[in-house]
């Protein structure tokens, strides 16, 4: 009986230190040459998911860009189609864009979708927070490669 709560109390610890290491909410992750290799979730995404999450305008995709998307009225114009992108970008391009989209061009428009420092007019929702979890990256890099030309 010690022992199991002797487990339970050093599992509690270390996932109240990961949590606390991790206060901002971002795994950390690595930028080599232009992209990021390794997937921020260590799994590979959801394409299904990703393509409802591209779809969605709560994160502004659709707004900026516009694909093979027929059914989807309103696409944006101000950003490449995302007609193959997954031909044009590797996986790790497409996640670094996704992560911080300024790496490439400073004045860009697209947000950085997962960072939390050095940003400008920040609403108060997402102040500290980045716009998508590291899951939500990994779907839409999932579905962004399935978009081939």
Known sequence: MARST???VATLA???LASHTRADGLV?????????ADSLTGMPGDAARGRALVLA???TCILCHSGPFPETRFQGDLAPDLSGAGTRWSTSQLRLRLV???HF???????SYYRTDGLVRVGRNFTGKPILS?????DIVAFLATLRD
């Open 100 to 102: 911080d989209a300024s």
């Open 57 to 59: 305008r709560t994160t």
């Open 6 to 8: 002797v487990c339970i």
């Open 14 to 16: 270390s996932l109240a």
């Open 28 to 36: 950390p992750y690595t930028i080599v040459g232009d992209g990021i």
């Open 105 to 111: 061009n400073p004045d860009t428009i697209m947000p």
């Open 134 to 138: 590291a899951t939500e990256i990994e």
